[in-house]
């Protein structure tokens, strides 16, 4: 038995007219009248009632002609799902991202995403850019939005946001009142950072800055979220430099300001193993690059 049998039994059972239906399907009516004898002859039973003026389904035709179109239904849903899976436009993504990435380009790429690519389901997790590394040397993640540098060959990886650095001062601080602030006034604050293992790029450029100024930053705190360093800014412990984009973090104690000197760019890349041909994973890069200009 194969498709083109079921195609014509589904035909002749909707016009009941051998003639109308081989014109239907572009074929002579006796090779038409063939077929249908052959798959009864396979099933084992009568599909319809034939007589010179008329022809009607039997009742085992008409059970057979419901399954029938039940399954021709399934294999035409099966092939659409196919089809979109091959255009990266069905299954899921699992996708990491660095917490700064969320006040920045996160949103805009979800926005997008999902509007152009609603049948793909997106799994996110909020990890630091180590932990990120790990999970797609494990397989466990898809796409990474992590802070440069990336060393390891075995993944690809592209430049997609760069954003100023700015200094958190708890509101109450006497540099407060400024509408920017220069990295040498800093020089005897006590400094909340996080751990270098967690960003070394982003860590080496916030030491390197300090540096510049003529002091080596004194980090009396460590915390591994940015949205944690804010929130010790505010109880007082201490100032940070951070990406500028964490002034959307509105937090209640904390003030934002400029920095007088010329600070270099803190960059988010976006990751993924070099040798992914997921259909899903390229359409994702695809789309992450008509939406984020940098």
Request: with cysteine; proline share 5%; net charge negative.
């Amino acid at each position: 038995m194969e498709l083109r049998h079921l195609r014509y039994f589904v035909t002749l059972a909707e016009e009941l007219h051998f003639g109308k239906a081989a014109e239907k399907l572009h074929i002579a009516q006796p090779p038409l009248s063939q077929q249908i004898r052959q798959l009864e002859v396979e099933l084992g039973f009568e599909l319809f009632h034939r007589t010179k003026r008329s022809v009607q389904l039997t009742e085992a035709g008409q059970v057979f002609l419901g399954e029938v179109q039940q399954l021709l239904r399934q294999l035409q849903q099966a092939i659409q799902i196919g089809r979109q899976t091959s255009r990266g436009e069905m299954g899921q993504l699992v996708v990491g991202f660095v917490s700064t990435a969320a006040y920045n380009i996160l949103p805009i790429i979800l926005k997008v995403f999902r509007s152009r690519v609603p049948g793909v389901s997106l799994e996110l997790h909020e990890l630091t850019t180590d932990q990120q590394l790990e999970w797609l040397r494990e397989g466990r993640l898809d796409v990474g939005f992590i802070r440069p540098p990336v060393e390891d060959n075995t993944f690809s990886w592209e430049t997609i946001f760069q954003e100023s650095l700015m200094v958190a001062l708890p509101e109450t601080h006497l540099l407060g009142n400024q509408s920017d602030v220069s990295l040498r006034s800093l020089a005897n604050e006590p400094f909340i950072l996080f751990p270098r293992r967690l960003a070394p790029g982003l860590y080496d450029l916030i030491i390197s800055l300090c540096q510049q100024a003529g002091f080596s930053p004194s980090v009396t705190q460590e915390a591994i979220q940015m949205q944690t360093i804010v929130s010790l800014v505010a109880g007082e412990m201490g100032v940070a430099i951070v990406p500028e984009s964490l002034q959307n973090l509105q937090r209640t104690g904390v003030v934002y300001k400029t920095v007088q000197e010329t600070t270099p760019k803190a960059a988010i890349v976006m990751i993924w193993r070099s040798n992914d041909v997921s259909p899903t994973v390229q359409r994702f890069l695809e789309i992450v690059r008509q939406s984020i200009i940098c």
